[in-house]
């Protein structure tokens, strides 16, 4: 079973999950990966254009991440 990740940008810059960068946002926002529970994916914002990053939101119940920090995203549940 796969964990769908998609990311969507408000305002300037990118988003990537590196090293692979499976996720390369505004281009590439959005990847499934596999339902793992010990896995990850880090998200890492990158703001252009004299842009500023504030932080993170989701919908999704178990999504903790707050501020402008990197955000690692547990591929253990389905995000729905």
């Known amino acids: 079973?796969?964990?769908?990740?998609?990311?969507?940008?408000?305002?300037?810059?990118?988003?990537?999950?590196?090293?692979?960068?499976?996720?390369?946002?505004?281009?590439?926002?959005?990847?499934?990966?596999?339902?793992?529970?010990?896995?990850?994916?880090?998200?890492?914002?990158t703001p252009t254009g004299g842009a500023g990053f504030t932080g993170w939101s989701s919908a999704y119940a178990g999504f903790t991440c707050a501020g402008p920090g990197d955000c690692t995203v547990a591929t253990g549940i389905p995000i729905g």
């Open 1 to 45: 079973q796969a964990v769908t990740i998609t990311v969507s940008i408000n305002g300037t810059g990118t988003v990537t999950t590196p090293p692979n960068n499976e996720i390369n946002c505004p281009s590439a926002c959005a990847h499934d990966y596999p339902q793992d529970q010990n896995g990850s994916v880090t998200l890492h914002a």
